[in-house]
């Protein structure tokens, strides 16, 4: 049972334009979001978070989504990089992990920004 | 500059032959983590350190065990690795509840 789910393995997209990936989930007692971004032979580095009291969270070229009650959020890249070419991994915190960080995440999205 | 290590980086072994793999970090965060990932599939949390308390996850298979001598260092051991376990093996760490840091990850192969 895939609790986090990303439904778009692949994404192209050209240099300067939006890059929008998504992410659904499934459990209601999930409250923090992240995404991860992953380069070949490296590990995933941490990107964003939301926590489920927002719906936005903004840091720079990169803006989290969250819209609870489709239990779906997004991340857009604007304007996107050639340098943002990666694979891009939501994840999710139950809020009953306790006192680790716990995370489910989902299968990835590989992005690809063509100059 | 702080980081979590893996070593090998790629790790070949025969079926059913034991094999360990390391992680070690420099955070000094006290929460270790082992995910496994299959190709194309989402990181599978395996099971976790919180200081030296072991949390195994449910469905994680008997043949993985772990082994977290120091707050630095943190082992996993496949006791008889099959062929359903060639897979990327990553570790994190996380000061508690705080976000988790990667290693570059051991990609196992079993032949």
């Known amino acids: 049972d895939q609790q986090v789910k990303q439904n778009s393995p692949s994404l192209s997209v050209q240099e300067g334009r939006i890059s929008i990936l998504n992410c659904d989930y499934t459990?209601?007692?999930?409250?923090?979001f992240l995404w991860y971004k992953k380069y070949p032979a490296e590990g995933p580095t941490f990107l964003i978070s939301?926590?489920?009291?927002?719906d936005k969270n903004e840091d720079g070229r990169f803006t989290v989504f969250l819209n609870k009650s489709a239990k779906h959020l997004s991340l857009h890249i604007v304007p996107s990089q050639p340098g943002d070419s990666a694979v891009y991994f939501c994840?999710?915190?139950?809020?009953?992990?306790?006192?680790?960080?716990?995370?489910?995440f989902g299968t990835g999205t590989l992005l690809a920004v063509q100059p | 500059d702080a980081m979590v290590i893996q070593n090998p980086r790629y790790q070949v072994t025969q079926f059913g032959k034991p094999v360990t793999l390391s992680c070690s970090q420099t955070?000094?965060?006290?929460?270790m983590y082992w995910y496994q990932q299959k190709s194309s599939q989402a990181p599978k949390l395996l099971f976790h350190?919180?200081?030296?308390?072991?949390?195994n996850e449910a469905d994680t298979p008997d043949n993985f065990q772990s082994r977290r001598p120091n707050t630095s260092f943190c082992f996993l051991d496949i006791r008889s690795p099959g062929l359903g376990d060639a897979a990327m093996y990553l570790c994190?760490?996380?000061?508690?509840?705080?976000?988790?840091?990667f290693g570059p990850g051991t990609r196992l192969t079993v032949l």
């Open positions: 994840a999710a915190r139950n809020i009953f992990g306790g006192a680790t960080n716990k995370l489910i």
């Open positions: 955070l000094n965060h006290n929460v």
């Open positions: 459990n209601s007692m999930f409250d923090y």
């Open positions: 939301i926590s489920s009291i927002k």
């Open positions: 350190y919180y200081d030296k308390d072991f949390n």
């Open positions: 994190a760490t996380s000061r508690g509840p705080d976000q988790q840091f």
